[in-house]
Every structure is written in C-alpha cells, then in structure tokens.
C-alpha cells in the first residue's frame, strides 16, 4: 500500500523511512492519518496488500486499474503512465503478479531519484527471474513488467522488503541500453 502527496504537511525526512521503514506507526506518530491523504493506492487485489485500508480516508482510492473517488468507480486500461498528485507521481499499469496490478513512481524524490513502489511485482528483493507462484498470475508479463519499471527507476520498494537501489549492473541485466 502507498499514500501518497498530503494535503496539509510537507515533510524533508526520507521517503523510505517516512512510508516503508516507520509504516503505519512512523505515520501516525507525525500526526498523519486518515483525511490528510490525496491518494491511497493499493498496488494488486492480492489479499495480502488490502489490508487495514479503513486507516486511509482519502479523497482518491486505487485498486490495481480501479479507482474511486467518493461514490464514483472508475477503471482504467493505463496504456501509458498516468499522473496522480502531479507528473512527480505516476501510475503504471505492471502485469504479472494479477492483470491488474500496478507500480507507482515517484520521481525526484531528494536522495534518491526516481522510486518504484511495486508490490507483488517485487515480493522481497530485485531478482529479475525470481517467481512466488502463488502471487503470478503471468510469468512472461511479470519479466515483462519488471524489466521496464528497473529501466524507469533508481530505487525499488518491493512488497515485502525494505528499499533496494537500482543498480547500473541491474539495468544491464534488464536490458535497459538507453539509461546507461
């Protein structure tokens, strides 16, 4: 799960350590909670990542290619990157782990450049061949999926793990020529 862009705080500390490290607890501690989200993006239907999701009273809710926002359900088919608080935060359509899972990137966040938050796309770590069957819906679009969000990325927040860098070794095994 993301939250993402407050409507009333900014804050300098690290992404990671703000949404990934400190989680729920780190959040609530700095006073953020419920109404001060924009946007609460659940990254697969994967009942592992829809938990808790009451603690977020956001103003905008995705879920995989659904969103919603108020009374209104809308879907998506996410043929590009689409933008959610700003062009700094984007969803990306990501298949493999369930078809409608997403990523979302964050760009120029201070520190570390661009970061792809992946859920079920990364489960723990950044092997490009690794498959957790019970979490792949399609093997050849999960491949698919994480060679292009390594290629748009220098950092990655797997579901299950704490942040990984992109390394440039890691663009090579991905493919990933013209970001050399």
Wanted: with cysteine; net charge positive.
């Amino acid at each position: 799960m993301l939250v993402l862009k407050f409507r009333k705080k900014q804050f300098s500390s690290p992404f990671y350590k703000l949404f990934v490290v400190n989680g729920i607890l780190g959040l609530s501690a700095k006073g953020l909670f419920g109404h001060l989200f924009n946007f609460t993006v659940i990254t697969s239907g994967h009942p592992q990542f829809i938990g808790n999701i009451n603690l977020f009273e956001s103003q905008h809710f995705v879920v995989g290619l659904l969103g919603v926002h108020r009374s209104i359900v809308t879907s998506n088919k996410l043929e590009k990157a689409t933008d959610l608080c700003s062009s700094n935060t984007q969803l990306v359509h990501t298949p493999g782990p369930m078809p409608d899972s997403v990523s979302v990137l964050a760009k120029n966040v201070p520190g570390m450049g661009t970061v792809a938050i992946t859920g079920a796309l990364f489960i723990q770590d950044d092997n490009l061949k690794r498959v957790d069957f019970p979490f792949v819906w399609n093997q050849d679009l999960l491949f698919d999926s994480r060679k292009r969000i390594i290629c748009m990325s220098d950092w990655l927040i797997p579901g299950h793990s704490v942040p990984i860098p992109v390394t440039r070794q890691l663009k090579m095994n991905a493919g990933c020529s013209r970001h050399l």
